[in-house]
């Protein structure tokens, strides 16, 4: 009933937008040209409709590993360090992506940890970073398009963002990622057609600081950037020596804390945290072990598919042309993230534009992204995150190219007008439910970010939270765990915790970290239990 009531609601609103289309587009092209008001506006927007969802979608708990070693960066700079000492427990502690020799620490840079911290310290809550990151986001990359088109299509580009990268999506809905790197793209490619025509000194600070954000939070994938960026100022470089020169200074203190956190972390200037991590416990290769060995048991939908990613994106251990090939053309089908479902149709027009120079160089830079992430084992979309703006560039611009054939405008128009209908029809999905089960039509839905969580583990960290005085679990795993649920994750400050997470390694080595934490109520979690198990341990 209430899926009939949204798309009721819905109808109604398509035939108001289509009567009343005339008289709302003159206002609409005179906003765009307002770049201010516009950045305001599609700031603002991300934010009310996700704020608009909260009394149904609070905000999300996280659940993937990587999200808490994010957060563990956070709650490491929250105590104004960049490691923290290692615990002389920490047997107890040893967790997926968290160094805990020679110091306990996460392995990832501080981008996304700063953004949480940021949360964390003016609103209350990490998750305040992510929605601040999203709205940078989508408030550059109209700031960006305005740099390759009209002021009219750039808007329609930022509500695009604000339709695909919002209130509905994965980045905006967990800690992983995403909204920062994106935002740091956007920088950059904003900054460099503004470069090329003005020479102005302002846009040259605007690509050091896109590139230095992005250094610190997607290292690797900064390499390709960089290139890419070389690559637009060919085979003319010298004329733009001094603003290059300009860029290089703004990037320096994000190099320099790069190497400071290197330092703090690993003990080496050049050793990364997450280099250290593949020495020390063979990450990604130990989970690609764990990937083909896992016994079919009962996954969520997520579970199953990085059980089946996993299996796919690795080999038997040596890379080939035709495996590197084979992950890549398994690969492709992730890029459908980047755009809605509609703006399938208007890909094929984009190639009308390769006509001029610098849309060969924007699938030039889609290219080798594409490639250079190929490289890495794993895959995740947010490793693409500082060519979204580039994504919605090519939608808008096949658009562009759609409205100029004959029939074209009206062909534009009711593409743009199905994409509008998805994201309200989703809206209005998720507004209207009300049950702690996702909704049936769920099954359908394109961005999977507004789920209800891992059940699981809300249900054990609110009965937790009831428990009175300070806390000490025990995790104990069964023979078929899925290796991708870790729940053994603790603060930057372990001891002064109120809930300490800890592996069972056996009775008599269970009773040394009991002596450790004496007053600690004692408890023993199995997970894979169903309803998992907490049971007090005496």
């Avoid at 997926?96 to 911290?117: E, K, M, N, W």
């Avoid at 999203?134 to 750039?154: I, K, N, Q, S």
């Avoid at 009308?352 to 594409?370: D, H, M, P, Y």
Wanted: glycine fraction near 6%; proline fraction near 7%; include cysteine.
């Amino acid at each position: 009933m209430p899926a009939f009531g949204v798309e009721f609601a819905l109808a109604v609103l398509l035939v108001l937008f289509a009567f009343t289309w005339r008289w709302l587009e003159p206002p609409l092209v005179r906003l765009a040209s307002k770049t201010a008001w516009c950045m305001l506006f599609l700031a603002i927007l991300p934010v009310a409709l996700r704020l608009a969802l909260l009394s149904h979608h609070p905000a999300p708990s996280p659940d993937v590993y990587d999200e808490f070693s994010h957060l563990l960066v956070a709650d490491t700079l929250r105590h104004f360090r960049l490691a923290n000492p290692a615990h002389p427990m920490h047997r107890f502690f040893e967790t997926f992506f968290v160094l805990q020799q020679p110091t306990y620490s996460s392995i990832y840079p501080i981008g996304q940890g700063l953004a949480l911290a940021f949360g964390r310290a003016i609103f209350g809550h990490p998750w305040a970073g992510v929605i601040f990151s999203t709205a940078v986001f989508c408030a550059l990359c109209y700031w960006m398009l305005r740099g390759w088109t009209t002021p009219g299509w750039a808007l329609l580009g930022g509500v695009l963002a604000v339709m695909e990268f919002g209130p509905l999506c994965t980045w905006m809905n967990s800690y992983w990622g995403g909204s920062l790197a994106a935002a740091a793209g956007c920088l950059v490619f904003g900054a460099l057609p503004r470069i090329r025509a003005y020479g102005r000194t302002r846009d040259a600070v605007f690509l050091g600081l896109g590139l230095g954000v992005h250094l610190l939070t997607r290292p690797y994938e900064s390499i390709f950037l960089l290139v890419c960026v070389i690559a637009f100022f060919m085979p003319r470089p010298w004329k733009f020596a001094r603003l290059g020169a300009i860029a290089a200074l703004v990037t320096i203190p994000a190099v320099g804390i790069t190497l400071v956190q290197n330092k703090q972390v690993t003990g080496s200037w050049t050793t990364l945290p997450y280099t250290l991590s593949q020495y020390q416990y063979g990450v990604p290769a130990a989970l690609t072990v764990q990937a083909n060995v896992v016994p079919h048991i009962d996954l969520t939908p997520q579970q199953a598919l990085d059980y089946k990613m996993q299996r796919s994106f690795h080999g038997e251990g040596t890379e080939t042309i035709g495996s590197f090939f084979g992950r890549l053309e398994y690969r492709v089908r992730f890029y459908r993230f980047f755009f809605l479902a509609p703006l399938y149709l208007i890909l094929p027009a984009f190639f009308f534009s390769l006509r001029e120079r610098r849309f060969i160089w924007v699938l030039g830079t889609l290219t080798l992204f594409a490639l250079g992430v190929n490289l890495f084992p794993a895959f995740q979309v947010h490793y693409l995150a500082a060519v979204t703006c580039l994504f919605v560039l090519i939608s808008v611009v096949g658009l562009q190219q759609l409205s100029r054939l004959k029939a074209g405008p009206e062909a534009a128009q009711l593409i743009l007008l199905l994409c509008f209908a998805q994201f309200l029809f989703w809206c209005g999905i998720h507004l209207s439910d009300t049950s702690t089960a996702p909704s049936p039509a769920a099954q359908f839905e394109t961005w999977y970010g507004l789920d209800h969580g891992n059940a699981r583990r809300i249900v054990v960290n609110h009965e937790l939270a009831e428990a009175p005085g300070r806390q000490l679990v025990f995790v104990r795993y069964s023979p078929v765990h899925m290796f991708q649920e870790e729940w053994v994750w603790n603060e930057a400050d372990i001891d002064a915790a109120r809930v300490v997470w800890a592996r069972d390694l056996g009775e008599d080595e269970n009773r040394e970290l009991v002596d450790y934490y004496p007053g600690r109520t004692v408890w023993l979690l199995e997970p894979d239990a169903r309803p998992p198990r907490l049971t007090p341990l005496r």
